[in-house]
């Protein structure tokens, strides 16, 4: 269970990602959920093992109630579970006890946050509120579960070397040139520089999204352990903010999506939001693929420059809830 970090929060999904009265199925901690909303945009989650016979609440359907709240309707016997677990048996004419505990849900705006039952020992990070109220949402993309743990997963996405391996057919990554780490405990920031080979104009006239990649990544990263990272981007046509979650479903399977926000500062910038959300679905796929090919419990016998990022994963994790003095500044 430490592996999974319990008393850390995670963000189960944006709302966008569910559509009304469709039940999904959502994992944390080995466990499995019927996680749906209803259409004044509540969210509930209740177990999804039916407590008849077992059969999956989320593969199930949603039925609206006179007062507009929704429940969840049991594919197999088609029992309805109120969002407090609750259900009518028939031939009766009365609601039973909370059949099914109901997930513990924090909801700030379309924030959907989990502790899974667990005690908190680390708070929510704010900036996601912040980031929601000075940009405009764009979209969701990238959701997936990996075969992977979530120490592996993390490691990857802090580690700023894997661009020329993990992502060379995308980005053609002439070097890293690393410029500061700050290191504040649970939070840091990673700055660095990516000078890009060019691609021909033959190459761009066939795939004309190449010419949305800018000749220098400029890569400033923001993080907040465990679940999340913000890639944040500065391009001619805006700013934007390209989140990125991670929720350990189980020991060794890891959920990660994109929320991508983005400030215009031209019109055109909204156009290509489809397109920034590709890259972004090109590149997670990228990483899946790797996290694949990895023997993770392998000894690590080399070490390269600029893995401050990937020391700071692993210091977090071994003093988890607690951070010594943060001593990774560079
Ligand atoms: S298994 Fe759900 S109603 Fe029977
Ligand atoms: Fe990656």
Redesign the pocket.
């Known amino acids: 269970m430490q592996s999974m970090l319990p008393g850390a929060p995670w963000l189960l999904a944006h709302k966008s990602m569910l559509a009304v009265n469709q039940p999904e199925k959502i994992s944390l901690y080995g466990n499995d959920y019927a996680m749906w909303k209803d259409a004044a945009g509540d969210i509930h989650a209740l177990p999804n093992a039916?407590p008849?016979?077992?059969?999956m609440l989320s593969e199930g359907w949603c039925e609206v109630e006179s007062d507009g709240s929704s429940v969840v309707a049991?594919p197999?016997?088609?029992?309805k579970f109120d969002k407090s677990g609750c259900t009518v048996l028939p031939g009766s004419n009365k609601k039973t006890l909370p059949l099914l505990e109901p997930l513990e849900l924090i909801i700030q705006g379309d924030f959907i946050w989990s502790y899974g039952q667990y005690e908190p020992k680390i708070a929510i990070p704010t900036v996601l509120n912040e980031i929601a109220n000075s940009y405009d949402f764009i979209g969701h993309t990238a959701n997936r579960s990996v075969e992977t743990d979530l120490l592996t997963m993390l490691l990857n996405m802090h580690d700023y070397n894997h661009q020329n391996g993990t992502h060379r057919d995308l980005f053609r990554i002439t070097e890293v040139q690393f410029h500061q780490f700050i290191d504040n405990g649970h939070q840091s920031h990673a700055f660095y520089d990516m000078p890009t080979a060019p691609y021909s104009l033959t190459e761009k006239l066939r795939k004309p999204d190449l010419f949305l990649l800018p000749t220098t990544i400029k890569a400033h990263l923001e993080n907040h352990f465990p679940s999340l990272v913000i890639f944040h981007a500065e391009m001619p046509l805006g700013k934007a903010a390209q989140c990125h979650l991670f929720i350990p479903e189980a020991a060794n399977r890891t959920r990660t999506y994109i929320l991508l926000f983005g400030k215009a500062s031209h019109p055109a910038f909204k156009f290509f939001g489809s397109t920034y959300l590709k890259f972004g679905k090109v590149v997670v796929d990228q990483d899946a693929d790797i996290l694949g090919k990895i023997y993770p419990d392998s000894p690590q016998k080399i070490k390269l420059n600029n893995e401050v990022g990937m020391d700071w994963v692993r210091r977090n994790f071994a003093s988890f809830p607690n951070v010594g003095s943060p001593n990774l500044s560079k």
Do not use: K, Q, S
């Not at 008849?52 to 059969?55: N, R, S, V, W």
């Open positions: 039916c008849h016979m077992g059969a049991c197999f016997h088609a029992l």
